[in-house]
């Protein structure tokens, strides 16, 4: 079946560390790609995408992303974790690039002082 | 521009009560998007319409949820009658074409 799994449900790591955020997906042609943030309260960000050409997609906030075809993946990553970028984490896929949007179940970070 | 707007912001009502959740999309977008958020089920995309007309409801849970676009800086999410496992965080999002997809803050919907 179609689908975008997320693994880690919750997350935690000490502010200043690295940080990579899981996403796989199951769909048979490369769909467009996305990470959104929510914080507490709050609607959904976009922290950024990949549509097609460079594989390592910078976004804001210092994140980055790198799809890799081979493993129908596209991880998230931050070299080093503030204490406000605790929140929640979505991948999203667009299987048919039509702005139809599904979404993983949402990683939660937790930020460790 | 001010973004996608929701309201109301919070909602509590009670069982068998009609609830309609407001959406106004960004100023020249024109695909706007219905999506629910619960702990249970995650983010689930209810509706979508692209200027104005519906393109695909099968996320709609059943006949007690209708949407409606009646022109292209309004949309309403109705429930009649609602019910308490309707209670969720309701999103509204727009785009341009496939262009980035910004979200509304949310109308949190308590059903008592």
């Known amino acids: 079946a179609q689908s975008v799994t997320q693994p880690d449900i919750h997350i935690t790591v000490s502010e200043g560390a690295s940080l990579e955020l899981r996403c796989n997906y199951s769909y048979g042609a490369t769909p467009y790609l996305f990470w959104y943030v929510q914080s507490p309260g709050q609607g959904l960000q976009l922290l950024l995408k990949?549509?097609?050409?460079?594989?390592l997609v910078q976004g804001i906030k210092g994140f980055e992303a790198e799809f890799k075809r081979s493993q129908s993946s596209f991880n998230l990553r931050k070299p080093s974790v503030h204490w406000s970028d605790a929140a929640e984490y979505f991948c999203?896929?667009?299987?048919?690039?039509?702005?139809?949007?599904?979404f993983g179940q949402g990683t939660t970070l937790q930020v460790k002082p | 521009d001010a973004g996608v707007i929701q309201s109301p912001r919070h909602e509590v009502t009670e069982m068998g009560q009609e609830v309609t959740l407001r959406c106004k999309p960004i100023?020249?977008?024109?695909?706007l998007f219905w999506y629910r958020q619960t702990m249970m089920r995650g983010l689930e995309l209810l509706i979508y319409f692209n200027n104005n007309v519906p393109i695909d409801d099968s996320g709609m849970p059943e006949d007690r949820f209708s949407a409606k676009m009646p022109n292209a800086s309004f949309s309403t999410l109705k429930i009649q009658p609602s019910e308490p496992r309707d209670s969720a965080v309701y999103f509204c999002?727009?785009?341009?074409?496939?262009?980035?997809?910004?979200f509304g803050p949310g109308t949190r919907l308590t059903v008592l």
């Open positions: 999203a896929v667009d299987p048919s690039n039509t702005g139809k949007l599904i």
């Open positions: 999002a727009s785009n341009l074409g496939s262009d980035t997809q910004y």
């Open positions: 990949y549509f097609s050409g460079d594989t």
């Open positions: 100023s020249g977008h024109d695909y």
